[in-house]
Every structure is written in structure tokens, then in C-alpha cells.
């Protein structure tokens, strides 16, 4: 068996299509045929259930993807421990986009306990997918709320995984300080309804297509004239700023982005969401130790 086609392997476990893989690695997807096509000759098994261009991993597949993904981490490992402060670190963490934009500010600080060669990439996932990475050790950290540990498919921790407080996200209702309601006190919900809102159509966090309370508002109990239906945040938050409706955010946002906050005299809910970073500390480096280090500081 040629140990330099496992990492050919592993993308095409990653991508699901030797299109999409060739494209993560650079290479043709007949060149990654044939580094899969070697590996199952050398191991007299097929690996992939092949369904027209879709490739999904069987039984004897799934073992092949552990150990190879165990021994790209221990190579990482060793290569860290024998090139000490010269080796570049390279930092890992799938979330939604919206949790790795609130936690910026965090990441980096934990990132410069790093050294100043470490580098970090955040690929936009949905939860589920998040935790599916991490379990793979596709990623060393994901970034998710609690419903993401307590619904669908991941309904508990993996074994070996500890999580890491990571703040409560309060949802409240923003508008532009431009917006008529800006300066309203003791505003009712009965009078907030009456203005547009802004809304995405699927879950920021899990992704999910609710298209009514996506952002978290009982649309069940108080329903809004929702008149733009977008799911880019930073499209959504422009239409905020720019006063052509409301929109219910995490407090975070609103501030980082200038908002103003209506408070209302009787609102009958609260939506919050709790935010978790995970890691696996058994496999755990040096460098990803002293990165949750400080991420967990306090001052965060």
C-alpha cells in the first residue's frame, strides 16, 4: 500500500464526488481513481458504495478513513515535536459563520498564544457538519450551540470530546438609529409588528429551512411582516443599517455593527443561544492546548 495515497483518500471521503476532491487537492480526477482504485487492490476490499458520480464509503471504507486520518494526525504530531518553534502551525475549526464571526475577536487572542507563525482557517459549516469534521479529524475545534448537541444526529458529545464554554448569544430586536422606532421607549410588540422585517430563511446556526422563527422570534405566537427574506448576514445587517426594516440578531451583532437596540415593554420570550468550542484532548498538541488555554480565559 502506497502511504502517499491516503490523503488522496481522505479528500474523496471528504468531497463525496472525485470532482469535487480533485478540485481540494489540485489533481484529476482520474488521477484520484487511480490512487483509490490502488488502495483497494492493495487491500482486496472496495472501500466506496459508487452510485453514478457519488461515492460512499462502505464498512471496510469507513476503517480505512480512521486509521488514515490517525496516522496524517500522528505524521502532523511527529512533525511538530522534531521541528519544535520552526513548525507552522496550521489551526482548524468548523462553525457557522455567524459563531465564527462573534468569536473573532477570541480566536485570534487564542491563536497569537500560538506563536507568530500559526495560522487559522474557519470553513463556513452548518453544525451538523461541524461535528461531523471534528469527528473525522478533519479539524481540531468546531464552534456550535447547545440545540446542536441536543437535536438530530448529534444528540451527545462523541466520546473523548470536552467542550468548552464559549458564552450565551441573546437574541434582540435591532433596527438602524435612523429607523422612526429608534427612539421609542416602552415601545409594544403590537407596534414593533407593524414595521418590515428582515429575516433569513434557514437557521444561521444548523441551517436548517424553517423559513418562520429562523432567527429564533416565535413567528407562531407574535407574527412579523417579514418583507426580505436573506440569508447572507452581512446582506441582512446592510438592509438594517440602511433602516429598511428590523431584524432580531445576537446582541453581539448588533453592537459590533452599530445598531440600535429596541427594548420592548412586553415581549413574552427570550431566545438564547448557548455556544460551545469542542476539541478532543487526548489528541491534543501542545500548541491546540495552549490555544484553548486562552480561549477559555476569562477576559474573553
Known amino acids: 500500500?502506497?502511504?502517499?495515497?491516503?490523503?488522496?483518500?481522505?479528500?474523496?471521503?471528504?468531497?463525496?464526488?472525485?470532482?469535487?476532491?480533485?478540485?481540494?487537492?489540485?489533481?484529476?480526477?482520474?488521477?484520484?481513481?487511480?490512487?483509490?482504485?490502488?488502495?483497494e487492490e492493495a487491500l482486496k476490499t472496495p472501500l466506496f458504495d459508487r452510485s453514478g458520480r457519488a461515492l460512499k464509503l462502505?464498512?471496510?471504507?469507513?476503517?480505512?478513513?480512521?486509521?488514515?486520518?490517525?496516522?496524517?494526525?500522528?505524521?502532523?504530531?511527529?512533525?511538530?515535536?522534531?521541528?519544535?518553534?520552526?513548525?507552522?502551525?496550521?489551526?482548524?475549526?468548523?462553525?457557522?459563520?455567524?459563531?465564527?464571526?462573534?468569536?473573532?475577536?477570541?480566536?485570534?487572542?487564542?491563536?497569537?498564544?500560538?506563536g507568530a507563525q500559526a495560522s487559522l482557517a474557519l470553513p463556513p459549516v452548518y453544525e451538523d457538519e461541524a461535528l461531523a469534521q471534528l469527528a473525522r479529524g478533519e479539524v481540531e475545534l468546531a464552534l456550535v450551540t447547545d440545540a446542536a448537541l441536543s437535536q438530530g444526529p448529534n444528540k451527545q458529545l462523541a466520546e473523548g470530546f470536552e467542550r468548552i464554554d464559549a458564552?450565551?448569544?441573546?437574541?434582540?430586536?435591532?433596527?438602524?438609529?435612523?429607523?422612526?422606532?429608534?427612539?421609542?421607549?416602552?415601545?409594544?410588540?403590537?407596534?414593533?409588528?407593524?414595521?418590515?422585517?428582515?429575516?433569513?430563511?434557514?437557521?444561521?446556526?444548523?441551517?436548517?429551512?424553517?423559513?418562520?422563527?429562523?432567527?429564533?422570534?416565535?413567528?407562531?405566537?407574535?407574527?412579523?411582516?417579514?418583507r426580505y427574506w436573506v440569508d447572507d448576514l452581512q446582506v441582512l445587517v446592510d438592509l438594517v443599517q440602511r433602516g429598511n426594516a428590523l431584524a432580531y440578531l445576537p446582541e453581539p451583532v448588533i453592537a459590533r455593527c452599530g445598531l440600535s437596540m429596541l427594548k420592548l415593554s412586553d415581549c413574552p420570550f427570550v431566545c438564547e443561544e448557548q455556544s460551545w468550542l469542542l476539541w478532543r484532548p487526548s489528541d491534543a498538541s501542545g500548541w491546540l492546548r495552549r490555544f484553548v488555554d486562552e480561549f477559555s480565559r476569562p477576559h474573553r
Do not use: Y
Open 1 to 39: 500500500m502506497d502511504l502517499a495515497d491516503l490523503p488522496l483518500f481522505l479528500a474523496v471521503t471528504r468531497q463525496g464526488t472525485l470532482q469535487r476532491a480533485a478540485a481540494e487537492v489540485h489533481l484529476t480526477p482520474s488521477a484520484l481513481s487511480r490512487a483509490v482504485r490502488r488502495l
Open 58 to 114: 462502505n464498512a471496510e471504507g469507513e476503517r480505512l478513513r480512521q486509521r488514515a486520518q490517525a496516522l496524517m494526525d500522528l505524521a502532523e504530531q511527529t512533525r511538530a515535536e522534531f521541528r519544535g518553534v520552526q513548525h507552522r502551525i496550521h489551526c482548524r475549526i468548523a462553525a457557522p459563520a455567524m459563531l465564527a464571526w462573534l468569536h473573532t475577536d477570541a480566536l485570534v487572542a487564542a491563536l497569537g498564544a500560538c
Open 167 to 226: 458564552g450565551t448569544l441573546t437574541m434582540k430586536l435591532a433596527c438602524a438609529a435612523s429607523h422612526p422606532l429608534a427612539t421609542k421607549r416602552n415601545l409594544s410588540v403590537r407596534a414593533a409588528l407593524q414595521a418590515d422585517f428582515v429575516a433569513p430563511s434557514r437557521s444561521p446556526f444548523c441551517g436548517l429551512s424553517r423559513v418562520q422563527g429562523s432567527d429564533g422570534w416565535r413567528d407562531d405566537q407574535l407574527p412579523r411582516r417579514v
